[in-house]
């Protein structure tokens, strides 16, 4: 198995704005009709304020240099018996199909399972995302289910297929 790239991922903070913007800027393209990224500041005000609930989290992924290569969320956060996440995903472009997400969103799963001490974490992809689901499958995720007019995105009502990792059982 080819050595992952070396990422590091912290908690999205109000400074990360000015990079963050000019990233999403520069991958509206890449990310099409699958995201919505913050293009503007009043736009990552809105994005960053997500992350000041308790049920969820937002970390950016930092490449090797230190230049931001996407995003991670773990969102919608519930403990007791359910102890679940969903999570959300976006790499910006020149980041994109190197290995970096796949390391940031290994990373994040461990965070949920460890520290977080969840259960199950849970993506939903568009079915035609081919990049997002190979994503998800090479974390471990499995296809769980078909969702009609599941998200709203990009104005439109879109379909997306569930895909799930429930964390290993412990002996």
Avoid at 79 to 97: I, P, V
Avoid at 122 to 140: D, H, M, V, Y
């Amino acid at each position: 198995m080819p050595r992952q790239p070396e990422v590091t991922i912290r908690q999205i903070e109000r400074g990360d704005e000015p990079a963050f913007v000019q990233a999403a800027r520069r991958s509206r393209r890449l990310h099409g009709r699958w995201v919505t990224a913050p293009t503007d500041g009043p736009a990552f005000v809105r994005y960053l304020a997500r992350f000041e609930l308790p049920a969820s989290v937002g970390f950016v992924v930092l490449a090797p240099g230190g230049e931001l290569a996407g995003a991670v969320n773990l969102t919608n956060v519930v403990h007791g018996n359910f102890r679940s996440g969903y999570l959300g995903y976006f790499a910006f472009a020149g980041h994109e199909r190197r290995g970096m997400m796949r390391s940031a969103l290994l990373a994040v799963i461990r965070h949920a399972f460890g520290p977080l001490r969840l259960h199950r974490v849970e993506a939903n992809i568009q079915p035609g995302n081919t990049a997002s689901i190979a994503l998800a499958r090479a974390c471990g995720l499995q296809r769980e289910g078909f969702s009609p007019a599941y998200l709203k995105v990009g104005g439109r009502w879109r379909d997306h297929e569930r895909w799930a990792l429930v964390r290993p059982a412990r002996s």
